[in-house]
């Protein structure tokens, strides 16, 4: 079934899914109840249990990186009946509006990536966009719980030390509210496997607001509640 997730692994409909194997360990320590780890394979935490309301959930780490959430959401998708993939992670923030500490809900994800190449568009270029109807329950959920969140697009990249300090610009003038290393893959295998994907980030630093001081590598793993708190409301 698969040589990267545990072939026994049991999920729920609805993963979330953090970059980092720890931040997957912190969430299920801190917002699961009754879980188990399902998984372990090459040091990538999977586990399965319920939120606080009584509904099964996942939450799985997806790795650094395009190739890496490719490989975990595909199988994922394809191998374990999973129908909804919600990314949970960290962005640089492109617009002033967006400060540290601030919720993004994308729309949507470009990229520069060769990842959509693999489909054989004939010069075409595909948009990946996040599901609507997740969309629109994050953003209630959001509102209802007093979190304030950015809605709209977002730039994933292949790069993280850019030789071009200033090439963030060209999409930051474009509306493109903060940048990540995943989404795009995820969005692309949701569309090409008829699933459901969504991605919800915490601002932890920024290009444009040079007074704000990012999140710190702890902050990074354990600091991100109102986040999770907004994920586990996706459960079904």
Same mark, same amino acid.
């Given at each position: ?10 999920f729920a409909k609805t993963v979330l899914m953090p970059g980092d194997p720890l931040r997957a360990k912190y969430i299920a320590e801190n917002f699961l109840v009754d879980y188990k780890e399902v998984t372990s394979v090459r040091g990538i935490l999977g586990f399965t249990g319920h939120t606080k309301a009584g509904k099964e959930i996942s939450?799985? #780490?997806?790795? !650094? $990186? %395009? ?11 394809? +191998? =374990?009946? /999973? ?58 959920? #959001?509102?209802? !719980? $007093? %979190? ?11 790069? +993280? =030390?850019? /030789? ?73």
């Amino acid at each position: 079934m698969s040589t990267h997730i545990n072939n026994d692994a049991k999920f729920a409909k609805t993963v979330l899914m953090p970059g980092d194997p720890l931040r997957a360990k912190y969430i299920a320590e801190n917002f699961l109840v009754d879980y188990k780890e399902v998984t372990s394979v090459r040091g990538i935490l999977g586990f399965t249990g319920h939120t606080k309301a009584g509904k099964e959930i996942s939450v799985m #780490a997806s790795g !650094m $990186g %395009i190739p890496s959430i490719g490989i975990y959401s595909y199988e994922l998708y394809a +191998f =374990y009946g /999973v129908e909804n993939i919600i990314r949970i992670g960290t962005c640089g923030g492109y617009q002033k509006e967006c400060h540290v500490g601030d919720v993004i809900i994308s729309t949507s994800a470009s990229s520069s990536s060769n990842f959509a190449y693999q489909f054989d568009l004939k010069g075409g270029v595909l948009s990946p966009c996040s599901d609507f109807g997740l969309i629109l329950k994050a953003y209630n959920n #959001a509102n209802t !719980m $007093g %979190i304030k969140v950015h809605v709209g697009p977002i730039f994933s990249s292949d790069v +993280f =030390y850019d /030789v071009d300090p200033n090439y963030y610009k060209k999409y930051a003038d474009m509306g493109i509210l903060g940048v990540e290393m995943e989404s795009y893959g995820l969005f692309l295998n949701a569309m090409r496997l008829h699933k459901k994907a969504l991605c919800i980030l915490t601002v932890s630093d920024t290009f444009v607001n040079k007074d704000e001081k990012e999140l710190t590598q702890k902050e990074r793993q354990e600091k991100l509640n109102s986040m999770f708190e907004l994920a586990m409301t996706m459960a079904e």
